[in-house]
């Protein structure tokens, strides 16, 4: 009887394990089938709900600063990442040359006025000697018809008479001479006053382009703001016209160009909440919303466009840039950072 308990016990033992072991296995069988419907049908639901994409970076605006005239740098009042406000002085341009310019166009403009001053006088000279030759014309005048009227009384010769008329028509040819002359003279000061004469104005406009030119050599910080590239701005440096030289990062609001592939813009609209990860802010995920969609393909603007005529054409998928604004701004952003994007979209 002991004999055959210790073998029951036995099979007992032996029996469990493997019972367990069936019962573990129909568990698995079970429950990852399930978890599977599970995961795909959350997935199911909800994918369509958002579209994605990290080729996105954070922008601002960006001031290129060139100097409108060109010269010596003779002093720098910036430095790199340095804040400025708009109309702070960045560096200044020797003014020399520029000062003497002014001088020369003021000098060019008062010559101007005195010679139009010059050219006024002599058109009221020309004035005056009408009035003379016309004098001359009403005397001539009379001494002719006094001559005809002795000749036709047999009181003067002949000879006379033809001196008395020759004497008329030279003050009349005369008086003619100077209202031409006079003419001419009002032609060349211009319908109007002698201060908005054509000569004047252009030694004004001199006088006005070398003060403006002189004026540029202070170059001021266009819009508030952190200087940027500011390391080749030193006493002794050549200052190269319309060639920028240092920049002004906008302290504004900053955004975000999210370059999307053209089959997801279907579904992206004005308006529509996002959420933006910032590389360089690991762990942090920001509030945004889509502010308007680009009217033209990355590839478009670019400086050689792509030609699709060829007959080794091969179709690309495009990105359209998705401008985004920050609903909650980080601390601080630096332009051109790298972005994940992510915008809620109805399926």
Same mark, same amino acid.
């Given at each position: 009887?002991?004999?055959m308990a210790?073998i029951d016990?036995?099979t ?6 493997r019972g367990?072991?069936r ?11 399930l ?8 997935f199911?639901?909800t994918?369509?709900r ?8 954070v922008?601002?605006?960006?001031v290129?600063?060139?100097p409108?005239?060109?010269?010596r740098i ?7 990442n340095?804040r400025?406000?708009?109309g702070?002085?960045?560096?200044r341009i020797? =003014?020399?040359?520029y000062?003497i310019a002014?001088?020369? %166009?003021?000098?060019?403009?008062? *010559? @101007? !006025? /005195?010679?139009? &001053? ?7 000279s ?8 016309a ?5 001539a005048?009379d ?5 005809k ?12 008479y ?15 001479v100077?209202s ?6 009002r032609?060349?000061?211009?319908p109007? =006053?002698?201060?908005r004469?054509?000569?004047i104005a252009? %030694?004004?406009a001199?006088?006005? *382009? @070398? !003060? /403006?030119d002189? &004026?540029r ?5 266009p ?6 590239q ?6 002794g440096?050549l ?15 900053p955004?975000?160009?999210a ?14 909440r996002?959420?933006?990860e910032?590389?360089?802010i ?5 509030k ?12 478009e ?5 792509a030609?699709n005529?060829?007959g ?15 609903d909650?701004?980080p601390?601080r952003?630096v332009?051109?950072?790298?972005a ?8």
């Amino acid at each position: 009887m002991n004999f055959m308990a210790d073998i029951d016990s036995e099979t007992e033992v032996v029996l469990a394990p493997r019972g367990r072991k069936r019962w573990l296995r129909l568990v698995t069988m079970i429950s990852v089938p399930l978890l599977l419907v599970i995961a795909g049908t959350y997935f199911w639901l909800t994918s369509g709900r958002t579209v994605s994409t990290d080729n996105a970076q954070v922008t601002a605006h960006v001031v290129n600063v060139a100097p409108e005239v060109g010269g010596r740098i003779v002093e720098v009042f910036v430095t790199e990442n340095q804040r400025v406000k708009a109309g702070d002085l960045l560096y200044r341009i020797d =003014s020399a040359p520029y000062r003497i310019a002014l001088l020369e %166009a003021e000098a060019a403009a008062g *010559k @101007a !006025r /005195l010679h139009v &001053s010059e050219m006024a006088g002599t058109y009221t000279s020309k004035l005056a000697d009408i009035d003379s030759k016309a004098s001359d014309v009403e005397l001539a005048q009379d001494n002719f018809k006094r001559q005809k009227d002795l000749l036709a009384k047999g009181f003067t010769t002949r000879a006379k008479y033809d001196e008395a008329r020759a004497a008329l028509a030279a003050s009349q040819a005369d008086r003619a001479v100077a209202s031409a002359d006079a003419q001419a003279a009002r032609a060349v000061l211009g319908p109007g =006053s002698t201060s908005r004469h054509p000569e004047i104005a252009a %030694a004004d406009a001199m006088v006005a *382009k @070398a !003060r /403006l030119d002189l &004026s540029r050599t202070e170059i001021r910080a266009p819009i508030g703001g952190v200087v940027a590239q500011a390391d080749g701005l030193n006493p002794g440096g050549l200052a190269i016209q319309m060639l920028s030289n240092v920049s002004v990062v906008g302290g504004g609001e900053p955004w975000v160009d999210a370059n999307f592939k053209e089959t997801q813009l279907a579904k992206i609209r004005p308006g529509q909440r996002a959420e933006v990860e910032i590389d360089a802010i690991p762990g942090r995920t920001f509030k945004a919303h889509v502010t308007g969609v680009g009217a033209g393909t990355g590839s478009e603007f670019s400086l050689l466009p792509a030609q699709n005529a060829s007959g080794n054409w091969v179709k690309v998928t495009q990105r359209v840039p998705v401008r985004l604004s920050f609903d909650e701004k980080p601390d601080r952003l630096v332009s051109g950072w790298s972005a994940h994007v992510t915008v809620a979209v109805k399926k």
